[in-house]
């Protein structure tokens, strides 16, 4: 098959580039190291840093009891009545007064999380959860409890843990939340929870 002048010639520009390629202006700068500073905080501060920033609500709990004060203080103080909470292990950590699968209706729901992601001031959630992402989308207020030994520093770090605890079979949905939802494409103004929670919170309980 006989090659156009043309095209010969372009195929001999293209060997001659590939023969010489032309050096990397800045070698040191290409994916060697992160592009984030190494963090220099503990990764609690730094998330709940990161966290507050995002308009959410953080608290610190020492053990699981002192999670369970807060977190009924917060009930009460609220007079959030409707609880959403579908997961067995986080009913010890409040009175439930009215027990709720209504997530459309409720006062608040409580889940749990994979990770916390501290540079970003983020939670993980998947459809692995027994309430899968839903809660932290659909339900006005979002209380999610975690512990010290969730907290990584980044997103890749979550993504490799991820990759660990499903053996390479990620679930189906892998969702980073942080804050209240919020817009600003109504007149550029910013408006919080308006296709989300108006508030979210997360206990931190200290793990030993």
């Known amino acids: 098959m006989k090659i156009s002048s043309s095209k010969e010639k372009i195929l001999k520009k293209v060997r001659e580039a590939l023969s010489n390629p032309v050096p990397l202006p800045f070698p040191k700068s290409e994916g060697n190291s992160s592009i984030f500073q190494p963090q220099e905080k503990d990764l609690d501060i730094l998330f709940a840093e990161e966290?507050?920033?995002l308009s959410g609500k953080f608290a610190?709990?020492?053990n699981e009891e002192d999670a369970r004060n807060q977190i009924q203080i917060l009930l009460e103080q609220k007079q959030f009545n409707k609880i959403y909470c579908v997961e067995d292990a986080l009913k010890k950590f409040f009175t439930m007064p009215e027990a709720t699968t209504d997530l459309a209706n409720c006062d608040v729901a409580i889940t749990s999380c994979h990770y916390l992601v501290a540079r970003t001031g983020s939670m993980v959630l998947s459809s692995a959860l027994k309430e899968g992402r839903t809660a932290s989308v659909y339900a006005p207020i979002h209380i999610c409890i975690a512990y010290t030994n969730q907290l990584v520093f980044d997103t890749k770090d979550a993504?490799?843990?991820?990759?660990q605890q499903f053996d390479d079979l990620l679930p189906s949905s892998?969702?980073?939340?942080?804050g209240p939802s919020r817009t600003a494409d109504i007149e550029k103004t910013l408006v919080v929870g308006v296709h989300g929670p108006k508030e979210v919170y997360v206990f931190m309980i200290d793990e030993l």
Do not use: S
Not at 159 to 163: A, L, Y
Not at 174 to 178: K, L
């Open 159 to 163: 993504i490799k843990g991820m990759r």
């Open 51 to 53: 966290f507050t920033k």
């Open 174 to 178: 892998i969702t980073f939340a942080a």
């Open 60 to 62: 610190f709990c020492m």
